[in-house]
C-alpha cells in the first residue's frame, strides 16, 4: 500500500500541516519507508485478540458531577496569540 | 570535602540535615556549574530567581524543624514536558513559543511539596519525539560524556533522547536528579547513554495531568538520577494518585528506598531469549552476561525466558504513538496559546501555524498517525497494532509465572555521534528495541549504569518488573549497581 503524492497532499490537509508542492515526493519516500517496515506486523497471528485499549488492568473512575473549577478567564487568556475583551481573537470562521 | 555538586540526592539531605551546608549553598553551588557548563544546551531555561527562593524557604523550613523529607532543599532539573507555572513550558517545540503555563503539573507540584528546588527546565527531543536531543528547537543537547578512542574520540556525542537534557544535566553535574519523561524509552535510553540511572515507573504511578502529551497510552514521568537510591527518593516524590489524571492509579506509594534491602537471594531473573538479536555488538552481549552473573552471585536464580512477540513491539509502537500524538497535536492550532502564523484563511492559518510550529521529526509521525486513523486504513494499522500490543502484554504475563523482574541490556549501542542516523528515521527507532516491549506493556523498568564500553563510553543493562513491582525492581537494580560498581564520571 505505497503512498502517492495525491494521497500525501490529502493527509497534509486532514493533518492541517501545509507541505510545498516540491516536498511531497520526498516526504511520500518517507513516510512509505516507515509504512513498509511496520508491515512485518502482519507476520503476527492476532486472531483472538483483543484490541488492547487500556494497558492499566482498571476499571475507569466516575467522578463526582459537579463544578471543581472556573473562575479563571484571564489565566485561559494569558497565553493567546490575540485577545480582546476577554475573547480569543481569530481569523474570521465564516465568510 | 568533595564538590557539593558530586554529593548524590542522599548524601546531600544528609549533609542539610547535619547543617553542614545550606540548601542556598547548595542551589549555588549548581547555578555556578549550570554557568559554566551552558556549552553542553542541556537548559532551555534556567530559573536561578526561582531556585535561591526557594532555596531559603528550605532553609527556613529546615531552621524551624519543619523539613518536608528527603528532597527538601534539592536542586533538580525539569523536563521541558513538565507545565511549570509561570515558567517557560515549550516541549522543545517552536510551537510552543513563549508558553508559561497558568499553573503546576502534579508531578512537578509534588515535588515542590516535597521542598525540591527548581533549577530550570531541561532540553528534550520536541514533543519526546526523538532518541538523540536532536529535534529540539532550540537546538541539540551535548552528552558530557566523549569516547577515549576509536573513531569518534574527542567528537561531540548524542545524550539519548527524549530526556536528554535531563540526563545531561544530572551527569554533568548540573543538576542532583532531574525529571524526565518516557513513551517508549526517554528516561532509560539517555540514562544508559550518559552513564546515570534512569526509572520509568508502572503506567499510572505517576500523574500525566499537565505533562504535555504525546502518546497518552504509554506516557509515563519518571526520575534520572546518579544512584538507585536516589531514583527511589524521586519517585516517593512524583508519584502519586491524582483525581485530575483519569488513568492515574489509586494505590499507596511506599517508601521506595525501605526496599533496597540489598537481598535478592531467591528472587527469579528471567533473562529472554528474543533479546538476543543479529547485530547486537559483543561488548553489549558480554555485559549482560556479567548482569547475569553478578544477580546469581547475589543469590539470585536465574531463569530463561521467551518473550515470543519481542521484535515486533517496535513497529506496533510506531503506529500507536504516531496515532495518539496525530490526536493530541491537534490543539495546536494557533488560536489559544504559542506560535501563530497567518494564513489567507482559517484552514491556511492552522497549517501555516503547523508546518511553522512543528518540527521535520514530529510533522512525519502526525502524518503517519493521521493516516493510519484515517478511513480504511485504521483497521489495518491502528487495529492491528493494539492487537499486537495485547501479545505483548500476554508475553509478560506469562513470563511472570516463572520469573520476578527480567534482566535485558538497555540500548544496542553506547552514544553515537551528532549527525549519525538523522537521515534513517528507522536507524534512530531501533535504539529503543530493548526498551519498548516494557513500555506497550506499561511495565515498570529501569537502567543502571554497568560498565564503560571498547571506547570508554556509559553502557546499561535494564530491569524489567511486573505491574507496581517498582519495589521489586529497585531492590534488584540496587544490587546491580553495587555489583556493577561503576564509578566513571565523564
Known sequence: MALDTDTVKRIARLARIHVDEADLAPLADELNNILGWVEQLDEVDTDGAEPMTSVAEMVQRLRVDAVTDGDVRDRVLANAPMEADGFFVVPKVIE | ?490
Open chain 2, 1 to 490: 570535602m568533595a564538590a557539593l555538586t558530586d554529593l548524590t540526592i542522599a548524601q546531600a539531605g544528609a549533609g542539610l540535615d547535619k547543617g553542614e551546608f545550606t540548601a542556598r549553598e547548595l542551589t549555588d553551588a549548581y547555578l555556578t556549574a549550570m554557568e559554566a557548563a551552558r556549552s553542553l544546551n542541556a537548559y532551555i531555561e534556567e530559573t536561578p530567581e526561582r531556585a535561591q527562593t526557594m532555596a531559603d524557604a528550605s532553609d527556613a523550613r529546615r531552621a524551624a524543624g519543619n523539613a518536608a523529607g528527603a528532597l527538601d532543599g534539592i536542586p533538580l532539573a525539569i523536563k521541558d514536558l513538565f507545565c511549570t507555572e509561570g515558567a517557560l513550558s515549550t516541549a522543545g517545540s517552536h510551537i510552543l513559543d513563549g508558553f508559561r503555563p497558568t499553573y503546576e503539573s502534579t508531578v512537578t507540584q509534588n515535588l515542590w511539596d516535597s521542598g525540591a528546588v527548581m533549577l530550570g527546565k531541561v532540553n528534550m527531543d520536541e514533543f519526546a519525539m526523538g532518541s538523540a536531543n536532536i529535534t529540539s528547537h532550540y537546538g541539540p543537547t551535548l552528552n558530557p560524556w566523549k569516547a577515549s578512542s576509536g573513531d569518534n574520540a574527542g567528537k561531540d556525542l548524542v545524550p539519548g533522547g527524549s530526556s536528554g537534557g535531563s540526563a545531561a544535566a544530572v551527569a554533568a553535574r548540573i543538576a542532583a536528579g532531574a525529571t524526565g519523561t518516557d513513551t517508549g524509552g526517554s528516561i532509560r535510553q539517555p540514562g544508559a547513554f550518559c552513564g546515570i540511572v534512569g526509572l520509568k515507573p508502572t503506567y499510572g504511578r505517576c500523574s500525566r495531568w499537565g505533562v504535555i502529551a504525546f502518546a497518552s497510552s504509554l506516557d509515563q514521568a519518571g526520575p534520572l538520577a546518579r544512584t538507585v537510591e536516589d531514583s527511589a527518593l524521586m519517585l516517593e516524590a512524583m508519584a502519586s494518585f491524582d483525581p485530575k489524571d483519569s488513568t492515574s492509579v489509586d494505590l499507596p506509594v511506599p517508601s521506595y528506598a525501605a526496599a533496597l534491602t540489598g537481598d535478592i537471594r531467591g528472587l527469579r531473573v528471567g533473562v529472554p531469549a528474543e533479546y538476543r538479536m543479529d547485530g547486537t555488538p559483543p561488548e553489549i552481549e558480554a555485559l549482560w552476561q556479567k548482569g547475569v552473573d553478578w544477580l546469581r552471585d547475589a543469590g539470585a536464580e536465574i531463569v530463561d525466558i521467551s518473550l515470543p512477540h519481542t521484535k515486533y513491539a517496535l513497529p506496533a509502537y510506531y503506529i500507536v504513538a504516531p496515532a495518539e500524538a496525530s490526536s493530541n497535536l491537534a490543539r495546536y492550532d494557533g488560536m489559544r496559546f504559542g506560535l501563530r502564523v497567518d494564513g489567507e484563511d482559517l484552514t491556511e492559518t492552522y497549517e501555516r501555524t503547523r508546518a511553522e510550529g512543528f518540527g521535520h521529526e514530529v510533522k512525519r509521525r502526525v502524518m503517519i498517525g493521521t493516516y493510519v486513523l484515517s478511513a480504511g486504513y485504521y483497521d489495518a494499522y491502528y487495529l492491528k497494532a493494539q492487537r499486537v500490543r495485547t501479545r505483548i502484554a500476554d508475553d509478560f504475563r506469562a513470563a511472570w509465572d516463572s520469573c520476578d523482574v527480567v534482566l535485558t541490556p538497555t540500548t544496542p549501542s553506547s552514544a553515537f555521534t551528532l549527525g549519525e542516523k538523522q537521515d534513517d528515521p528507522i536507524a534512530m527507532y531501533l535504539n529503543d528495541i530493548f526498551t519498548v516491549p516494557a513500555s506497550m506493556a506499561g511495565l515498570p523498568a529501569i537502567s543502571v549504569p554497568a560498565g564503560l564500553s571498547d571506547v570508554g563510553l556509559p553502557l546499561g543493562l535494564h530491569l524489567i518488573a511486573p505491574a507496581f513491582g517498582e519495589e521489586t525492581l529497585l531492590r534488584a537494580a540496587g544490587v546491580l549497581e553495587s555489583a556493577a560498581g561503576f564509578t566513571a564520571q565523564p
